[in-house]
């Protein structure tokens, strides 16, 4: 599986963005998906992650209830709609796909190679 993530940009506080992340190769609906961050000097930080089917989805406490995971199975993509951003969201955005769920970089098999987000205050 192949990821390209993009949509990533310069946004105000408080404003919105919307990630993209699109999957080549096959059988992206047997993958969980993830999105990951890193902001400079620190480590891959999880930030949310959805099952197969799209039923289930885990946010970090950072970004819960401003940040929405979806997936399109049908066009093989992964979706992070992000609102009411603040300056701690700007970083280096990730999308990942593991075989199972989980909130674990390291157990991630496949990786985009990132968007940047930059939210000013």
């Known amino acids: 599986v192949q990821l390209q993530a993009s949509g990533g940009g310069l946004v105000q506080a408080g404003g919105s963005l919307r990630l993209s992340c699109a999957a080549s190769g096959r059988s992206f609906s047997s993958y969980a998906m993830g999105w990951f961050r890193q902001a400079p000097g620190t480590e891959r930080e999880f930030v949310a992650r959805?099952?197969?089917?799209?039923?289930?989805?885990y946010y970090a406490d950072s970004v819960k209830g401003r940040f929405t995971i979806s997936r399109d199975n049908a066009k093989n993509a992964v979706y992070l709609q992000m609102n009411s951003l603040k300056p701690e969201d700007t970083a280096v955005y990730y999308c990942a796909a593991a075989l199972f769920m989980t909130t674990t970089a390291s157990h991630y098999t496949y990786w985009g190679q990132g968007t940047q987000v930059t939210v000013s205050s």
């Open positions: 959805i099952n197969w089917g799209g039923g289930s989805t």
